[in-house]
């Protein structure tokens, strides 16, 4: 299993980028996909899933401003993320969402900042 998130950066106060996720190596119409945040010095944050279709469950801390999205023909999930704010800035992980039981794959993770 391997995933791997792209499209991070330094973006600004108000802006908008979509985040991918790369997935190989395991049925990834299958799975439910996760995608969490972890920002300087706090644990991780759960942002959004997905189920293996489009039906979306996001956090409180970004309703209405993130939501994923997922081609399964491609293999790739996204994070689309809109009026961004500087406590925004996290490392972004997408993970799949009950792989099995008791087993979960994380990506390496991807650096946003959003700083002016």
């Known amino acids: 299993v391997k995933l791997e998130e792209a499209g991070g950066g330094m973006w600004q106060p108000g802006g908008s980028l979509r985040l991918s996720c790369a997935a190989s190596?395991?049925?990834?119409?299958?799975?439910?996909m996760s995608w969490f945040r972890q920002a300087p010095a706090k644990g991780p944050e759960w942002i959004s899933t997905?189920?293996?279709?489009?039906?979306?469950y996001d956090a409180d801390s970004v309703k209405g401003r993130f939501t994923s999205s997922r081609d399964n023909a491609r293999n790739t999930l996204y994070l689309q993320m809109t009026r961004l704010k500087p406590e925004d800035t996290a490392v972004y992980f997408c993970?799949?969402?009950?792989?099995?039981?008791?087993?979960?794959?994380w990506g390496p993770g991807n650096q946003v900042t959003v700083s002016s």
């Open positions: 993970a799949t969402s009950g792989f099995t039981y008791d087993k979960d794959y």
């Open positions: 190596g395991f049925t990834f119409m299958a799975i439910y």
């Open positions: 997905i189920n293996s279709g489009t039906d979306t």
